[in-house]
């Protein structure tokens, strides 16, 4: 473990979580990652609808989504729920 | 008894005075699920309920899986919380124990200590707690009725120390004690009050950096038993251990706190010596045999035989260094267990005291004592022979059987 990471005696009671969950960095286990083909995406975004861990985001600044792979878990629901087929998980 | 409050006698067997102390007690929650030989706790509990004799949220659940939920859930509210199993009630808790000392929940329980199926039996062994021995949650066995109730308010106070913040098992043998009546001295309200107090919460920080006290809170919210992955998960379980480590102290203080008060001492509150200091042959025990292994003492003292007993009052945790250092004086030992570890080679009561005393320079010789499983009797003249046993390996230094069963038919 990352001697970073605090031990027994600094932790907090019972696991009682001391940081916003924005902090935990959940999509580090994964072993697939989505693909996009931007040829094939419409934009319709139901990806960013779909996804569990809301790691699809839109950005209108940029009129364009983007994956949030530190929270991406790799499930491939996108993938599959996407109608024009533009998102393969690839390892 | 001196200076001790004042108190009145009542006739209540062990159930009864387990109602009794959690209705002094001033419990928040109750949840539980009856099984027999708890039953007459929570219908007593009940009956408390119904008349307004106390203020407590009472909650019939489902089950016992659902009963241990429910306080634990009441206990993460910050509420004083009690419960009451026995038998395939408790091993139905078994999950909810451990999510219960893991979340640190102070819910005392009083166990009515009974055998587990199959066969189907209802009466009286230690098959259910000991099989919870490692469930993290302190485990007190008391003597008798009286022991029982004091035992009670002291759980509290232990379970609720914030050095220690560990659910706490109260156990008391079924029918032997559950269902025995004996004449139970009893506090007066107001000093019960103020020896229990209301509960303390530690204080924890949330995930908005903000430290508060440990309790769901819709102003301050906080998530408890979180998800804890192989980078975490041990930790807390480290965390644990320091917790059972402190209860040790803990225990002691607060049962001579408590003997300050009501005039009555278990020992130390982790082991009760009986006529230890120079006894030659000694028997440890759990429970309320040890009732009866005072009496044959006395008889057998009275005959100028040596006998002693060590009595594990707290058996988790486990009062390790005590043991060794009570038992190192004898030279034989008989380690009395009301249950079985099937292929563990002994009792877990002897497992334990043999561990105990693996470092010490000095140790008698140690033999294992099944008893009693499935509410068998333990007689006087039983525990005699044991004595006698214990006569013969300590002059002729040959431990034949190690591991020997009272009672049993060939």
Known sequence: ?91 | MKNAAKQEVMGLNGDEAVAYAAKQSDVDVVAAYPITPQTIIVEKFSEYVANGEVNTEFMCTESEHSAMTACLAAAATGARTFTASASAGLALMHEMLFVTSGCRAPVVMAVANRALSAPLNIHGDHSDTMAQRDSGWIQIYAENAQEVYDSVFQAFRIAEHLDVQLPVMVGLDGFTLSHTLENVKVLEDEAVKGFVGTRQLPNVMTHEGRTVPYRLDPENPMTMGPVALPNYYFEFKRQQEEAMKNALKVISQVHDEYGQLSGRHYGNGLVEKYRLDDAEIVIACVGSTAGTVKTVIEDLRAEGVKAGLLRIRTFRPFPAEEIAKALGKAKAAAVMDKSMSFGGNGGAVFHETRHALYDSQNHPYLVNYIYGLGGRDISPSQIRKVYEDMQKIAQTGKVEEKIRYIGLRE
């Open chain 1, 1 to 91: 473990m990352s001697s970073k990471e605090k031990g027994w005696k600094e932790l907090s009671l019972a696991g009682v979580c001391w940081k916003s969950s924005k902090t935990y960095l959940t999509g580090d286990w994964k072993t697939y990652q989505p693909v996009r083909d931007l040829e094939k995406c419409t934009k319709c975004l139901l990806c960013t609808i779909f996804c569990p861990d809301g790691a699809i985001h839109w950005k209108p600044e940029k009129g364009d989504i983007e994956f949030d792979m530190s929270f991406c878990k790799g499930c491939g629901i996108c993938a599959n729920e996407c109608p024009t087929k533009a998102i393969t998980m690839k390892i």
